[in-house]
């Protein structure tokens, strides 16, 4: 079975020295088997297609005097549609537009002071912020003290360059406390990585941005921040499909993350905009019954 | 095997845009609609949700979908919102013709008949809706139909369905639907299928729609859902 291994462009594998004491699986770079196909290429291109539509999501985040805000949707809807390479087998259609669940956790602690937001595909978000974790631990075993923020996003980011144009759909937000201050980057599947002051990132993130650029100022209190973060996500998920349920928010400060809040954002609609009867709208509807 | 295969799941030869490799249905969920209709006892209810939208993106909040033909006579219309608004143009205009020239309103099975041809008279390049009819016929008897975007009518005892929602919908009307309800009971057990419905789909929602008919008044109401 041909498998492709990335252990070359790997700089932080340690010595081998006690291997055996030590488990291969944790420390080789993940390595996947491929399938055994006639046409790889005409499958891959097929595979990166299935993926593409499924960015339905609205995460954002920004960095302000009081650290690092982190907020996101929890709708997952089912991405994936009639995948022709398998045409010939057999014929599956799934609903683009289902709304698999409401109460999907997209904003991933990496460890207790870095935070990832996860945009794309599900399984890629999880599996890899994972890896990165193990890596962010295994650093700072092996050097006695905690990796920057910098020097975790250039790990996510030189790995998912590796499989770059292999399928995997991977849009975060890394966000962290450290030495030199807050930190924030957002790496996504095609390898690029972009340090920033304000990101929003999905299907929902022109909404989002709309508001979080009109209301941003550097000086926010930490509550007038989360209230900021918090109304994005709202408007993000009155305008867009593909965004909805819980509106959580998390501050990462000096001393690590904190989630301030969860909030569901039809009772938010409601609570912004509450219902008015007005007399004007009685009149108008018993003229048109007559 | 409740539903009848409707034509427009076999589309495979439409082009519609760069959709050619998506399979038929992408035209019908441009707009995003949910719309159901239940029989009770001497009354029945038609409902809709309330958003337009431009794939993802929603245009609007308050958007009409269900259209009153005549007292006791209402056309619910999914799929593309040009061709829905343009239809039920067409068939207001032939209903004003009719009851110029009959000088009575239609019954619905008439008036089902009559959609089910002009849906058919452009069977080759069609108008892509799916209509649900509702009404009151002889002896204030409840008559409900939906057909498909070409004019197949598949008449209904309990309840019809149609829209980007329609398969939770028919789940949910099959589980909470009891014959024979009074119109209260009707009017709660419709909005509770289509909210819980078109919160399972992206594309519909954003509020309903409910019009509750009986021999004797019409209620219009609007019902309050999750606005994502």
């Not at chain 1, 108008?284 to 007559?290: G, P």
């Given at each position: 079975m041909m498998?492709?291994?990335?252990?070359?462009?790997?700089?932080?594998?340690?010595?081998?020295?006690?291997?055996?004491?030590?488990?291969?699986e944790i420390l080789a770079a993940p390595s996947f088997k491929l399938p055994v196909t006639v046409d790889?290429?005409?499958?891959?291109?097929?595979?990166?297609q299935m993926v593409k539509p499924a960015k339905g999501t609205t995460t954002l985040a920004f960095i302000f005097k009081h650290g690092v805000m982190v907020a996101a949707d929890s709708r997952a809807s089912m991405g994936g549609y009639i995948c022709k390479a398998l045409l010939i087998l057999n014929?599956?259609?799934?609903?683009?537009?289902?709304a698999a669940s409401q109460s999907v956790k997209k904003i991933i602690e990496i460890n207790p002071y870095m935070l990832g937001t996860m945009a794309g595909g599900a399984a890629d978000c999880q599996f890899w912020h994972r890896n990165l974790g193990i890596k962010c631990r295994l650093h700072e075993l092996a050097n006695k003290r905690r990796i920057s923020v910098a020097g975790a996003s250039k790990l996510l980011a030189n790995i998912l360059y590796s499989y770059r144009g292999m399928g995997l759909s991977v849009g975060t937000m890394i966000a962290g406390y450290d030495e030199s201050g807050a930190g924030l980057y957002y790496v996504d599947s095609e390898g690029g990585r972009l340090k920033g002051t304000r990101f929003s990132v999905g299907s929902g993130s022109p909404y989002a941005y709309g508001v979080l650029d009109s209301g941003y100022s550097f000086d926010l209190s930490v509550e007038d921040a989360a209230e900021l973060a918090r109304r994005a996500i709202y408007h993000a998920t009155f305008r867009d499909g593909a965004s909805g349920g819980v509106a959580s928010v998390y501050h990462v400060g000096p001393g690590g993350w904190k989630k301030l809040s969860g909030d569901d954002v039809g009772e938010m609609h409601y609570s912004y905009y509450p219902i008015e009867p007005t007399t004007v709208e009685q009149e108008?509807?018993?003229?048109?019954?007559? | 095997m409740r539903r009848k295969a409707l034509a427009f799941d076999h589309f495979l030869h439409l082009n519609v845009g760069k959709c050619s490799n998506f399979g038929s249905g992408v035209i019908f969920e441009y707009n995003g609609s949910a719309l159901v209709a239940m029989v009770g006892k001497n009354c029945f209810a038609i409902a809709s949700d309330r958003r337009l939208g431009v794939q993802l993106q929603t245009i609007a909040t308050d958007f009409q979908k269900i259209y009153r033909i005549h007292h006791t006579l209402f056309i619910g219309l999914a799929g593309l919102a040009t061709d829905t608004q343009t239809l039920y143009q067409r068939l207001v205009f032939r209903h004003k013709l009719y009851h110029l020239r009959e000088e009575r309103d239609m019954k619905p099975e008439t008036f089902a008949s009559l959609v089910s041809a002009v849906l058919y008279e452009k069977r080759f390049g069609p108008y892509f809706c799916q209509p649900v009819i509702?009404?009151?016929?002889?002896?204030?008897?409840?008559?409900i139909c939906t057909m498909d975007s070409i004019g197949a009518k598949e008449l209904a005892k309990d309840f019809v369905v149609a829209g980007t929602a329609s398969e939770s919908l028919y789940g949910a009307c099959e589980s909470m639907f009891k014959p024979d309800m009074e119109a209260e009971e009707l009017f709660e057990t419709i909005s509770q299928a289509l909210i819980s419905s078109v919160d399972r789909d992206c594309l519909s929602g954003w509020g309903g729609h409910v019009y509750l008919v009986t021999p004797t008044e019409v209620t219009e109401r609007i019902l309050k859902g999750r606005m994502d």
């Open positions: 498998k492709i291994d990335f252990s070359g462009l790997d700089p932080s594998l340690p010595v081998k020295g006690n291997a055996e004491d030590l488990d291969d790889f290429d005409g499958f891959q291109k097929a595979a990166v014929l599956y259609k799934i609903n683009l537009y289902l108008m509807a018993d003229v048109r019954i007559a | 509702a009404g009151l016929g002889d002896d204030d008897k409840p008559f």
